[in-house]
């Protein structure tokens, strides 16, 4: 049977509908990960969520420590991730609010430890990897999962988008317009800045993982209107609020 977990990004640190029957916070060969690890019950179903800020949102993007995250997961028998990120659009139909199902990534983030496979041998050996593996990623995100939740989305009436590359930036800044301009013309559809390494990890470790992207701006420059932290903020809460309700039907259909 599948185990799925759930990341949850900015917004969604907290996950209510969850009937908690652990809390998990311990060493891994990496370090910590964000902090406890939900193990719990939706509707019958299993589920782990960690919450990928930590508690209170103290780990910014470019802190996170995506290995510890991807690795205790992996160790608590998630067989497959679905990954929350909220992102700035940049293509037309990326308007704020709109939920997207990424096909594509692009890695414009840099110095994160991005890989398990670091040339420490014997950690490697102890966890059953091999001292080097060039993971296919010509699929960033799994076809199947993929499939799976554009077919709930559909059949549940919920507006979305199911394709579209998302690039991920280091932050923690927002970009500059020109920054988005050549991410546009790189084909990016919208930029956010925590796709990797989690992508790559979880592949890494051969979990299926999947991101539902939740559009909460325009990126820099694609509208006239200035970025406000505020509004940002808010857009977050409101569509993570109505994202979550959505989760029980959605373990229960996967
Ligand atoms: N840029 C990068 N990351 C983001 C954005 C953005 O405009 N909005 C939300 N996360």
């Known amino acids: 049977m599948s185990l799925t977990a759930i990341i949850g990004g900015s917004g969604f640190d907290t ?3 969850l009937s908690v029957t652990d809390a998990i916070f311990q060493d891994t060969p990496y370090g910590s990960h964000s902090g406890p690890i939900l193990q719990g019950h939706i509707s019958n179903n299993p589920c782990l969520f ?7 949102h103290r780990y910014p993007p470019h802190i996170v420590n995506y290995r510890a995250n ?3 997961l992996k160790q608590l028998g998630a067989s497959q991730i679905i990954s929350f990120n909220v992102v700035g659009g940049i293509g037309r139909t990326m308007s704020p609010d709109t939920i997207v ?5 692009i890695d414009y983030t840099a110095n994160r430890e991005h890989t ?9 050996l102890e966890q059953g990897l091999p001292p080097v593996e060039h993971i296919d990623f ?3 995100y799994s076809p199947e999962l993929r499939k799976k939740l554009i077919r709930f989305f559909y059949e549940q009436g919920i507006d979305f988008v199911g394709h579209g590359v998302y690039g991920c930036t280091q932050g923690p800044r927002l970009e500059s317009a020109a920054e988005v301009e050549r991410l546009k013309r790189d084909g990016c559809d919208m930029v956010g800045m925590t796709g990797m390494p989690e992508a790559a990890l979880a592949k890494e470790l051969g979990l299926d993982y999947v991101s539902v992207a939740i559009v909460v701006n325009w990126a820099a420059g694609v509208s006239d209107e200035s ?3 505020i509004d940002i903020m808010n857009t977050v809460k409101k569509n993570m609020k109505s994202i979550k309700s959505q989760l029980p ?3 229960k259909f996967l």
């Open 15 to 17: 996950f209510e509908e």
């Open 50 to 56: 960690l919450p990928r800020h930590g508690v209170g």
């Open 70 to 72: 991807i690795w205790m």
């Open 101 to 105: 199902i990424p096909e594509q990534i």
């Open 116 to 124: 398990f496979f670091d040339g420490d041998q014997d950690k490697l």
């Open 138 to 140: 010509t699929h960033p």
């Open 227 to 229: 970025l406000s932290m």
């Open 249 to 251: 039907d959605l373990l």
